[in-house]
């Protein structure tokens, strides 16, 4: 059992990026009144949490398949919805940032 995480900043700049960004596409979403203009949204939100799971599989590259790891990995909602927990790699970047004191000087 890994006690230390590695360094999971790539991860946690990328999450930000997403969230950033999910609220801008969600409204694009709502907005979209064609089949057309509904897949091009969902395709540059499945092509957001693609890059966070390529920036996990990077950091995390010594004992994780980075290709397996941008195929698979998905930040999930920055908000929980009831019923649901936090996405795996949003509870990583947590513990990563409660090892290292925050992180958060990294994301600036």
Do not use: H, I
């Not at 801008?24 to 499945?46: F, I």
């Not at 909602?77 to 990294?106: N, Y």
Request: charged fraction near 25%.
């Amino acid at each position: 059992m890994v006690t230390t995480l590695p360094d999971l900043s790539r991860t946690a700049k990328a999450l930000a990026f997403y969230d950033e960004q999910e609220p801008v596409l969600n409204a694009q979403l709502d907005a979209a009144v064609t089949n057309k203009q509904v897949e091009l949204v969902l395709a540059r939100m499945e092509k957001l949490g693609e890059l966070v799971g390529a920036a996990f599989g990077e950091d995390t590259k010594a004992f994780n398949n980075p290709v397996t790891c941008r195929k698979t990995v998905r930040p999930g909602p920055a908000v929980l919805q009831p019923g649901f927990e936090q996405s795996f790699v949003r509870k990583m970047v947590a513990k990563w940032r409660e090892q290292t004191g925050g992180g958060d000087a990294l994301l600036r």
